[in-house]
């Protein structure tokens, strides 16, 4: 049952006069007889341009939405009414934010370092478009003017934030210039409706945010390309002479939100132009809202993932923050049950590593500023918001509503359930804490295939854990291939691409043929669902999905498994023929197969087993990710799908004769695993574990070479505890005794590496304060080296430097090569005369010489400027190659440091990189760590030419770790790079190796 939740009293009698009153009172609105229309003309004039109203056409239907009513519909008189009766009358800046946010904005970068960060990356943003061309009319995929809208939302709203917030005028005349570009298009592509709505965004943010620099001339310059561009537009849509523009704005997906954000936005930002037309377009569209927001109702979650639910945010947020902000409220659509839930279903849906994400959304992590704006709104502040698994928003337009929306976020964070099953949608994702940052994360899927952006990807699952992807969606295909939108034939159209069928998820297929998988209009639902503290098991019903020509009865099982750990899924068919069914498992991770089962490792050398039990033949393989040789289609669109691997079991199966498969996915890191012949049971014997917590402390780093005093970060890993139990780390000295260093709700501690025998254990207890669990001690040991031989060490001190055309040579104070580094040792690359590299008496925390690098800003692909090829032979032990690093800017993304290997056939790889941001964040493998302007940093990397390991330390700290698969022979010569590019300053200085042996 669908519900309804009116705020009040006053409200419930609203909705249910106005679904009474909704087929009359639309041309009682205007004061109109019933049988008269009108023409709204501009305010410049008659003959320009004018739009005809009748009132008695709409293009809306009673009967949508189940006849729900899920606004209070205000007419156009009410709309006016309220406008009126609005501060903000006749007022600019009104759109999103007024004067006195963007006065708050300036108050909070003060006092908030996250504000200022964000504040920080908008100017700069903004900065780097003042010399940029503006954008032209263009088609960029030969379809759609999208991506022309998206870039022209990042501009707008970055513009017009930095003149708002710093009042400089080149910011605003750089935006009048985009505006005015804008303004000259013929059209705005209203074939592709989204396009409109798009560039509707942007040019409203443009008109409100930049109003008090335009002179009247260019005010009605873009006042009548609003006209001509957009409101004819959404007025033919609305008045059915537009079907292309009439399906955005009764889109059901998320193009609803996108369209009637726009068309709000632009009848707020021009009402004083133009009273009757923008009242008219509010009005409508706000109704027009329904057609979509009802997908939220009952659990807030989205039927397209949470991809497109992310964008749909993103563009509900400024309709709602325009209607709230002018009008001082939302006419209803904020008392749509699970609206305010939105938030909490794109939380559900990942953790730090990923998210589950199916159809066409594909892998990786989703944010919008615009949940600030729900989280805000709905009264679910900071204390419900979970930064660390979330993108750092780096598109333009984000950073700017970041910095509009971001109130802060709370030390203390509210409990939250650690599983959510949403049944509106047949969806379902589970973790084993909140409390890490490298949580235990699954996801399991039935539902429909034949939905927008829908693949065949029934019962399909994700699998998260230690920090590691272990299993792959390949999300879209190129949305412009031949009949991508055609879904109603299983045998063709959409199902016929590789990356929409069955084969391409994480699924089984029985008789597996050129059909997409399963049946398209079919929905396949969960039965069964139980979760306790430290465990949880789910059933689907996945007969539909098949069809009745291929099963008399599937069911496909989850169990998450091993106090949270491990991962069970079990099928359960009964097929009516004989023949072969798929079972399938994409990956980027390494796999292979032994004995019977497959591991798969990860590039930090992560592992994860993965067994399997039938009562049916099988053959075991693992293939590219790539139709099924011997069944799929292969017709032309399809894409390459690197580095991807598919594991595959391919069962024999004999009519209506039952047969399960158990699958087991069990990682290395696992405490305490139950084997496989445990879950090999009969779905209706499955049952939840036993509440048995336990403990780990893990890091990724090998201890045995770190350097005694570095500091790392430990996880503790709590398995199957309760919200309100407590967990608190003690250190254990060599003479027994014991210290508390932390409790704390969050599992993460940095502890220092010993050289004596101490030790960490942590302990779990109750909200009594009773012990519940411990884990095992976790040694902070390190060991010595035997031998320790420095093999050269450069410090520039008293090194000069020669130039021979783009190559530099380090020499000694008497002009000697220093004979350690061979070849080519720095060079400025591609485009010199931008670049420059000399020896420099730097004033930052170091008084000696150093090595100054620049690299100017260039038309020229990738101009660097490079230190390179610093040469050492190195065989067996272990070697650490170290420098200090100071960065006057962070341009860009460059490489700190790398080192490659380069064996005598000349072919080279790389060992490993570190490389930082264009955010300031040092990345190496598996670890990040934040760096600092204008101060030295001291960069180590512990490389173990044995285990092929690499570890780096900065200013003493751990941060990750990086394997490679290549070969180091005695032969093997590593070398250094140094990088950096587009207006880069950086020193570097103390240039060190040493190889160890123990």
Known sequence: MKIIKPRNLIALVLVFTIMIWANSAFAASFGLAPDSKVAVFDSYGNNYHHFEIDPEVTIFSNSNNGGLVLSSRPTPEVIDAGYNASPLKGVHPRILASKEDFNAILSNIQKDEKSREFYTSVIANADALLSKEPLIWELRDDVRLWYVSMDFIDRMLTLGMAYRLTGDVAYAGRGWREMNAIAQFDTWHPEHHIDVGGLAVGYAIGYDWLYDYYTPTQREKLERAANRLCFEEYVDGLQK????????????????????????????????????????????LIRATEYTVDNLIDDGSWYEGISYGTMMIEYYSMELATLDKIFGLLYGLEDVAGTDKAVDFVMNFQCATSSFSYGDGGQGKFFDPGMYFFMDYFGKGSENFESSIYATPTDLAKVALSLLWYKGESDTKAPRATEAFYPRNDVITARNSWNTLKPTFVGMKGAIPKVAHGHMDIGTFCFYSDGVQWTYDPGSENYNVPDYWATDDKNGGRWQYYRMRAEAHNCIVVNPSTDGGYEPASRSQFTRYEANDSSLLA???????????????????????????????????????SGKTAWFMSTKQTPEIIDGKVYLSDSTGKKLKIEFVSDSPYELSITDAAPLEGYSPTPEGNSENKNVKRIVVMLDTSAYTPFSLTAKLTPESAVDPRPISDFDISLENWKLSEHIPSLKISTSANLGLLPAGTSLDVDVSVFGASPTDTVKVFEKAPDGAVT??????????????SADDRSLVAVLY??????????????????????????????????????????????????????????????????????????????????GKSLYLRSGKSSVANDQAQLNNFNVKLSGGVAVFEMDYLFKDFNTAKTVMGVNSKNTDGNAFWSFMLNLQKNGTFVFGDGKHECELNRWHKVKVIYDIDSKLAMCIIDGKYVGRVFHEDTVSETTRFSFQLTCTDNTEAYADNFKVTHLKY
């Not at 508390?740 to 590496?753: D, E, G, I, K």
């Open 241 to 284: 002479r537009s079907s292309d523009m009439k399906g955005g704005i009764l889109a059901e997906n998320n193009h609803n939100a996108v369209m009637n954000s726009g068309g709000i936005m632009m009848a707020a930002a021009f009402y004083d132009t133009n009273p009757e037309l923008c009242s008219y377009i509010i009005s409508s």
């Open 539 to 577: 059933v689907l019903d996945m007969k539909n999905a098949h069809g009745s020509a291929k099963v008399d009865s599937a069911f496909r099982g989850y169990y998450f498994a091993d106090n949270r750990q491990s991962f069970v899924i079990r099928d359960e068919i009964t097929p009516v023929s």
């Open 740 to 753: 508390q260093l932390a409790s704390m709700p969050y599992s993460r501690y940095t502890a220092t590496v």
């Open 766 to 847: 109750d909200s009594g304060g009773n012990e519940i669990s411990r884990s095992p001690e976790f040694s902070l040991k390190t060991f010595v080296p035997s031998t320790e031989t420095t093999v050269w060490d450069v410090d520039f001190e008293d090194e000069t430097l020669t130039y021979s055309g783009n190559a530099v040579t380090v020499c000694d104070s008497s002009g000697k090569p220093i004979t350690n580094l061979q070849g080519q040792t720095l060079r400025a690359n591609r485009n010199s005369e931008i670049c420059t590299i000399e020896l420099s008496n730097c004033d930052v925390g170091n008084n």
